[in-house]
């Protein structure tokens, strides 16, 4: 047995003026468990009433936090039963921690009080929390807005190198990811169309398939989630973390808008990058839907070819650009915003970057859905 | 505005701030004259860094108002409190530079954003505030590759930039060793002296508070209100209220008052 495994070891006296004293010796370093502050009780129980806790510590080796815990636990007992508690035949170390741990002084002020709320509290706050967090949605779409219309007529202000940096980070920089996963979508549309299609000898319609499905859909409903991912992640990060360390604030001291100065270039790089990442896209999943209809599925080149030319028209072709463009609008929106709204801590940073992604999806997918229904309405 | 008090720069009236019932400061008057350097003092909690941001715009009390030369400050329409912000420098607390620029940029940014200056001006003059408090050389690095001192020394410069009237500085000796936060303090007083800018000082800071300040008010966080105000070292040899007494001697003595540190 090792020299840190200590044993704590208790020994109770009765003495004749009614006082319990408790010997403590030995180490008292065990981190696995206490003594029961149970068998003190029982003790205290046994054999008439005692007057008074005192200690005896003669014997008492090594000691750590444990030991003024149990302490505590033996004055929280003499209390509840009335006896007498005595402090001063503890060594004095310890009598000041015990003394010290007692008498922090808690200042009311400082400090707000938690208290349980009612479940009506519960729903009252919870739909002020909807209301404010549209409200505060509403104000940042009104102060783009009007950042907007400042840049229409020059006086908005940013730095044109900004705009070339976040169009950087949103465009050349995604474009391996936006490769990849459009390419796979390409090749999974292109597996899934030539089994159903394939039945009815239609097998060399998957060049429509995939054509249709990606230029119209998947190409700027993927890059617009991937971007969101990736760079409306990345805003909201930048901006929060701006946000705690009080750069934001800096902005607002000197006059400078931080929705012209960081939100701005943020959209505008956006606007400037996603139709050229849709097309991208689209050219991509097409190729990879060209790959598995000439190398697996046995088409015709030449013919694929023909045919996805003549199954893209261009208001398909410019459906989706328009969509993407306007899903890239609302990652830039959704990072800046949660990250203009982030707290001053560090973990309000990660809860901001989530809400970012989440917000963003959400968004993509329902305007998604608002546009189909639009189009259906139209007939486009 | 009283035309009788024509070197008044500052002026805070009854300004009071609540989030629902819970009151963080409550009737707050105040006066700064012009060119002195005023601290806003009190533990932890009372309340000075709120009303540090009342007075720079980013926060707005729930009554009363903040007056700069006589016309209220929140009570005047966006553009007018846009206008007057021009005329502050703001030090915060880490110094909150703007860490993807350098530091010759981040002085120069209010300048391209405020003046005609051509580029090669607006370093020459970025270079002397860096120059000014001490940053000679380190125009082309960013706020990550400074020390914590330099960078709140970089966040002067920048405060510095337009040539402001009044600098507000929130906790300047927060997280400085004690010859830095002597050296600022220093920087503090030669600047008062040589710019005739009036100082805004929130601070807890004893040694700063003696070195630094004209005029004090102490803050209380019990009834979240000014509990006495005046010099410093008047604060400190006559006033009678306990806790007032406290702060000033660091609680070492509530009868026997510190020797105040000499003047600099």
């Known amino acids: 047995m090792s020299e840190a495994t200590p044993v704590s070891p208790l020994t109770f006296r009765r003495e004749a003026d009614g006082c319990f004293r408790l010997a403590l010796s030995g180490d008292w370093l065990d981190r696995a468990h206490l003594p029961s502050i149970e068998i003190v009780a029982a003790e205290l129980a046994k054999g008439g009433t005692a007057t008074a806790l005192a200690f005896d510590t003669t014997g008492l080796g090594r000691w750590n936090s444990g030991l003024i815990v149990f302490i505590l636990r033996c004055a929280d007992l003499c209390q509840s039963q009335r006896i007498e508690f005595r402090v001063e035949t503890l060594p004095t170390s310890l009598g000041r921690l015990i003394a010290l741990s007692q008498a922090v002084p808690e200042r009311a002020d400082a400090a707000i009080t938690l208290e349980q709320p009612q479940f009506l509290q519960k729903v009252g706050e919870s739909a002020q929390g909807v209301w404010s967090g549209g409200m505060g949605i509403a104000s940042f779409l009104g102060e783009n807005i009007l950042t907007l219309g400042r840049m229409a007529r020059g006086q908005a202000q940013f730095r044109g190198q900004d705009v070339l940096l976040a169009m950087q980070e949103c465009g050349p920089q995604a474009l391996g990811i936006v490769a990849l996963i459009n390419f796979l979508i390409g090749l999974i549309m292109a597996f899934v169309g030539a089994t159903g299609l394939a039945r009815f000898g239609a097998g060399v319609y998957v060049a429509d398939l995939v054509a249709i499905a990606s230029v119209r859909e998947m190409g700027c409903i993927m890059t617009g989630i991937i971007l969101c991912g990736r760079t409306g992640a990345a805003f909201a990060a930048q901006l929060g973390t701006m946000k705690v360390s009080q750069e934001i604030e800096a902005f607002q001291t000197f006059g400078i808008s931080p929705i012209d100065f960081l939100v701005l270039p943020r959209i505008l790089a956006m606007v400037a990058m996603m139709p050229l990442l849709c097309l991208f896209a689209d050219l991509i999943a097409i190729l990879g839907g060209f790959l598995v209809a000439a190398s697996m599925l046995h088409i015709d080149p030449g013919l694929y070819m023909h045919r996805t030319l003549d199954a893209v028209s261009l208001t398909t072709f410019l459906l989706g650009i328009c969509k993407g463009t306007f899903f890239g609008v609302v990652v830039a929106l959704t990072g800046c915003l949660r990250g203009m709204q982030c707290g001053t801590n560090a973990a309000a940073v990660g809860q901001a970057t989530t809400s970012a992604v989440v917000t963003g999806i959400t968004t993509i997918v329902a305007a998604d859905g608002v546009f189909a229904v639009l189009c259906n309405a139209l007939k486009i | ?264």
């Open chain 2, 1 to 264: 505005m009283d035309s009788a008090a024509p070197n008044i720069r500052i002026e805070i009236r009854d300004l009071t701030m609540s989030y629902g019932s819970f009151v963080v400061m409550r009737d707050i008057n105040a006066r700064v004259k012009r060119g002195e350097v005023f601290i806003i003092m009190g533990g932890s909690g009372c309340g000075k860094s709120t009303l540090l941001r009342e007075m720079i715009g980013l926060k707005e009390p729930t009554r009363g108002d903040i007056y700069y030369d006589g016309s209220p400050f929140w009570a005047s329409p966006p553009e007018d409190r846009q206008k007057r912000l021009r005329s502050f420098g703001v030090l915060f607390q880490s110094g909150a530079l703007w860490s993807s620029m350098t530091l010759a940029e981040n002085v120069g940014l209010p300048l391209g954003e405020y003046t005609e200056l051509p580029e090669s001006d607006i370093a020459e003059i970025a270079r002397l505030k860096l120059a000014l408090v001490g940053l000679k050389g380190f125009e082309d690095y960013y706020p990550s590759q400074i020390s914590g001192g330099m960078n709140k020394r970089a966040g002067l410069a920048r405060a510095l930039a337009l040539d402001p009237d009044i600098l507000f500085f929130d906790e300047p000796s927060a997280g400085l060793d004690p010859i830095s936060s002597r050296n600022l303090d220093r920087l503090i007083l030669e600047l008062r002296d040589s710019l005739g800018a009036t100082f805004v000082v929130v601070t807890h800071e004893l040694a700063s508070i003696f070195t630094i300040g004209d005029h004090a008010i102490f803050l209380d966080a019990g009834t979240r209100s000014v509990r006495a105000q005046g010099h410093p070292r008047e604060l400190l040899l006559r006033s009678t209220d306990p806790v007032v007494r406290e702060f000033l001697t660091r609680g070492d003595s509530v009868s026997q008052p510190v020797v105040p540190p000499p003047v600099i």
